[in-house]
């Protein structure tokens, strides 16, 4: 066997053996960063070289031979593999998962890593001559879908993608394929980045402070010196954080750069895009869980070959190879949504940290309400702050006001006082949100003769009642169950005895559309955006005034502008003061302050009004009348009190069983296993542990929800105050978890810096 013939690959997919060791054919010859299709449990797979070794501790009959080398030149530069390795060591993953998350399913299908492009439709000669009357008077689909390229081409638009249907239509794909037969539309193949016409729209004049915070980053990124800084943007709601990002991205592509925006929602995606197409008069790709195979694979093609200058995505963008990366941004950096809660369990606001740091080049996080492990780390340096304290343009910030709805008579969640606030809006000219972070139509349908309750067969939680078409159905929000609204109650067996308990966003619609029978009514949750394209379109809908009211839930808390929004009220939020989660006054708080951010964005003076039941909460005495800064300072006070994060570190173990004495046998093997090998690193290092260097094990417990789609789940917290000894402790252990039997009678896994217990 010759010299650096050996090969280590990661191969794609959850497999129990983090790395996989192959011997290299004579006929082709691997490069690093490159795929390779290797033998893998009797069939093949596709594999990523990390690395090419001298040498190998196993024997050579134990090597698998590669079967085919597919990608001549590198994927990934040793920069970018650098980072899989790092995310694969420190969320304690197989670096096939890591892999897995990092190239596109066309990629890791073995398929070419040069993307031909995307298909795109226009109307033929024949469908330019047609008329609609031609078509069915029942067609009202293919109708619609004619109608749009019609249009689109007296406005001088010839051609469409599958992205640019979806934000403009519903569910076209059978009528494009009807029209397709008929010969009225055709398919066309067209480069992944497709150049056009630009609407630019004018540059806004930044003000002092927005100004002070673009320089401070172009100072950094013309700086001779220029390599990594990390930077708090902390703005209120409405500031122009969006027109100090642009700003900095043109000093970027300026020099030459790329640049990587991450936001938190795919609804924000397409909205974010026209803007920044609008501003910057260059394509700006997008990359997100929205798109189809093609256009993901199209994104990742033209930003790892440069032909893109700028990508905007969600989470997983931050793993995209970039040829010459020159920013990184992340919007809204407090967002739950940055962080994986399935699989491999990566935090994006912390890898693209990692990232700008691995790459030297400067990193900005942004957000009216930072996270305390932000705002922790501009305290301890590591961060600089950069602050835009007051609203752009003329607008100011809006009047908060605490509603005491105690002894009031509450109308299907809404009071008398935001009734009347509502009308007087309306009366003005004014838009009215209404916050509800409950969807369906009521949360518990309970039997008023015995007191039965609609609850899931699966898990520990009642069923929510929802208005389906001339019918009501019960389904659950925690599993896939689903069942229709029964006749008689299971219990008693009484009919008509049903109450609905509590308000969702479908009973409020309801109830408003009876109140305000002039008004337009617009509801936003996670039922009404399901379809692809159906957010862009409401919200675009919302942003044009086209709606009076608008209810919905924490999608429209988001980064959405809503210029015509005078009234913002907030509906039932005392719901989240009391959880056993020590991170709920936190989100509680970004919450409040996101949703009231909505209000009073232009010119108009904007008011929210915020319902509770308790008013004298020290959360909103400090948040109502000091605002988030204070709250977050005391909020860290409390926590460095607590000895909770961001002043230790925790790693919290999760199993699942259909028996629940399998999954408790199994965190408990765990924990003595941890406790036995922390001993022993003790004893190798000579350390005896105090009150500042200490490793607590909390639990096994129950989980919040113990049984979720059949299966009982259970958890075990291991919290360090130092983060090295904690890694060093579940790197020796997660080996032995591997081959333990006990594994494979659970569903386990490891959340490295939980942000949810669940």
């Known amino acids: 066997m010759s010299q650096s013939s050996i090969v280590q690959v990661a191969v794609s997919g959850p497999f129990l053996s983090p790395l996989d060791y192959v011997y290299v054919e004579s006929e082709g010859v691997p490069v690093v960063g490159g795929r390779v299709w290797v033998p893998f449990r009797n069939k093949k797979v596709v594999g990523l070289v990390m690395s090419l070794e001298n040498s190998t501790k196993f024997e050579v009959v134990k090597l698998k031979k590669i079967d085919q080398v597919i990608d001549a030149v590198p994927l990934f530069t040793a920069q970018q593999l650098n980072l899989f390795q790092w995310a694969s060591q420190y969320y304690h993953e197989p670096i096939g998962e890591v892999v897995s998350a990092v190239l596109p399913k066309r990629l890791r299908m073995g398929e070419p890593a040069e993307a031909k492009g995307m298909t795109h439709w226009s109307l033929t000669l024949l469908g330019e001559q047609a008329s609609q009357d031609e078509l ?124 990587l925006v991450l936001v938190p929602e795919i609804g924000l995606t397409p909205q974010m895009v026209s803007r920044f197409e609008a501003q910057l008069c260059i394509p700006v790709a997008s990359l997100h869980s929205g798109l189809n195979d093609t256009e993901r694979h199209c994104a990742w093609h033209v930003m790892r070959t440069g032909q893109a200058k700028v990508l905007l995505g969600t989470r997983s963008a931050v793993f995209t190879p970039f040829k010459n990366l020159g920013l990184c941004i992340i919007d809204e950096e407090h967002d739950l949504s940055y962080k994986q809660q399935e699989g491999f369990r990566y935090s994006a606001r912390d890898m693209i940290v990692k990232r700008a740091f691995q790459e030297k080049v400067p990193v900005v996080l942004g957000s009216a309400t930072p996270s305390l492990e932000s705002l922790h780390n501009v305290n301890e340096g590591r961060y600089q702050h950069l602050e835009l304290k007051h609203r752009a343009g003329n607008a100011s910030l809006p009047s908060l006001k605490l509603l005491d709805i105690r002894g009031e008579k509450i109308q299907e969640g809404v009071s008398r006082p935001l009734k009347i606030a509502m009308q007087s809006c309306l009366e003005e000219g004014g838009q009215v949100l209404l916050f509800l972070n409950r969807r369906g139509f009521a949360p518990i ?70 109140w305000f029978p002039d008004a337009s009514v617009l509801r936003i949750d996670r039922d009404t955006t399901r379809l692809k394209g159906q957010m862009a379109e409401l919200t675009g809908k919302a942003q044009r005034g086209e709606a009076d009211i608008l209810i919905g839930t924490q999608m429209l808390a988001k980064g959405h502008h809503f210029p015509n929004v005078t009234l913002v009220g907030m509906l039932d939020i005392d719901q989240g003061l009391f959880s056993a989660d020590y991170r709920a006054p936190e989100r509680m708080a970004q919450l409040i302050m996101q949703v009231a951010g909505r209000a009073g964005r232009a010119e108009k003076k904007g008011q929210v009004l915020i319902q509770t039941h308790q008013p004298d909460h020290p959360l909103f005495a400090t948040l109502i009348t000091q605002g988030y800064g204070i709250f977050a300072q005391r909020a860290l006070k409390e926590r460095i009190e607590a000895l909770l994060p961001p002043y230790c570190y925790q790693i919290l173990i999760r199993a699942e069983a259909s028996h629940p004495q399998d999954a408790m046998v199994f965190l408990h093997s765990l924990k003595s296993g941890l406790t036995l090998n922390l001993q022993k690193i003790n004893y190798e290092v000579g350390k005896i ?39 060093q402790l ?29």
């Open 136 to 259: 069915p008077k029942n067609a009202s689909r293919q109708r619609a879908v004619f109608e749009f390229f019609k249009q689109a081409k007296v406005l001088n638009q010839h051609s469409f993608s599958a992205t640019n249907l979806s934000q403009a239509l519903k569910n076209w794909q059978p009528s494009v394929k009807k029209l397709l037969q008929m010969g009225w539309l055709q398919e066309s193949e067209a480069p992944c980045l497709a150049h056009s016409v630009y609407k630019s729209s004018p540059k806004h004049t930044l003000n002092e402070a927005q100004q002070v915070a673009v320089d401070t980053v172009i100072n950094e990124l013309q700086s001779t010196s220029s390599g990594f800084c990390a930077y708090l943007l902390e703005g209120i709601t409405g500031s122009g954080k969006t027109e100090v990002y642009l700003g900095m991205i043109e000093a970027a592509i300026a020099q030459g750069k790329q640049v």
């Open 730 to 758: 579940m790197s020796e252990m997660v080996p032995y978890i591997y081959k333990s039997p006990l594994s494979r009678k659970v569903r386990w896994s490891l959340d490295v810096d939980p942000q949810e217990m669940m």
């Open 445 to 514: 349908l309970m039997c008023h003769e015995c007191g039965w309750q609609a609850s899931c067969p699966s898990c520990d939680a009642n069923m929510t009642l929802h208005s389906g078409k001339g019918h009501h159905y019960l389904q659950c929000h925690h599993c896939t169950e689903q069942m229709p609204e029964p006749e008689c109650c299971p219990s008693c067996g009484q009919s008509d005895e049903f109450i609905k308990v509590g308000q969702g966003t479908e009973r409020l619609h309801e109830a408003i559309q009876d």
């Open 689 to 727: 542990q105090n009150d500042k260097d200490q490793i607590e094990f909390w639990g096994p417990v129950s989980a919040p929800m113990h049984r979720r789609q059949g299966r009982y789940r259970f958890q075990l917290l291991i919290q360090a105050t130092q983060r090295k000894r904690l890694h």
